[in-house]
C-alpha cells in the first residue's frame, strides 16, 4: 500500500507563496507521473498540475503561471511551488500518481486570506 504525505500548507495573504510537498512510499517512484489536486469547499476535487516520469509538466488554466510542480526522484517526492496566492485557492491539496493509482493522503490545507 503506497502511502502519501503532505506537508508545507498553512494560512498566507493573497499574494504569498507557499511551496507544498508530497512523500510517496514507493520504490519506483520514477516510473510514475505524478499529479497535484485540490478539492475546495463544496466542489470536486480536481487536478490542477502534472508531471510526467521524464519532467513534462501540464497545468490547469486556473494556475497556469503561477504555480510550478517539479520533483526529486532520489527523495521520492514532488513539490507545488504556489505563488501569487489568491482566495480561490483556499483549498485541500493533495497528491497522487496522474490516474489516481494509490489511495488519497489526508492531504494539506492552503488558506488564503487577509
Known amino acids: 500500500q503506497v502511502q502519501l504525505v503532505e506537508s508545507g500548507g498553512g494560512l498566507v495573504q493573497p499574494g504569498e507563496s507557499l511551496r507544498l510537498s508530497c512523500v510517496a512510499s514507493i520504490s519506483i517512484f520514477r516510473l510514475f507521473g505524478m499529479g497535484w489536486y485540490r478539492q475546495a469547499p463544496g466542489k470536486q476535487r480536481e487536478l490542477i498540475a502534472r508531471i510526467t516520469s521524464g519532467g513534462a509538466t501540464a497545468y490547469a488554466d486556473s494556475v497556469k503561471g503561477r504555480f510550478t510542480i517539479s520533483r526529486d526522484n532520489a527523495k521520492n517526492t514532488v513539490y507545488l511551488q504556489m505563488n501569487s496566492l489568491k482566495p480561490e485557492d483556499t483549498a485541500v491539496y493533495y497528491c497522487?500518481?496522474?490516474?489516481?493509482?494509490?489511495?488519497w493522503g489526508q492531504g494539506i490545507q492552503v488558506t488564503v486570506s487577509s
Open positions: 497522487n500518481s496522474d490516474q489516481t493509482n494509490w489511495t
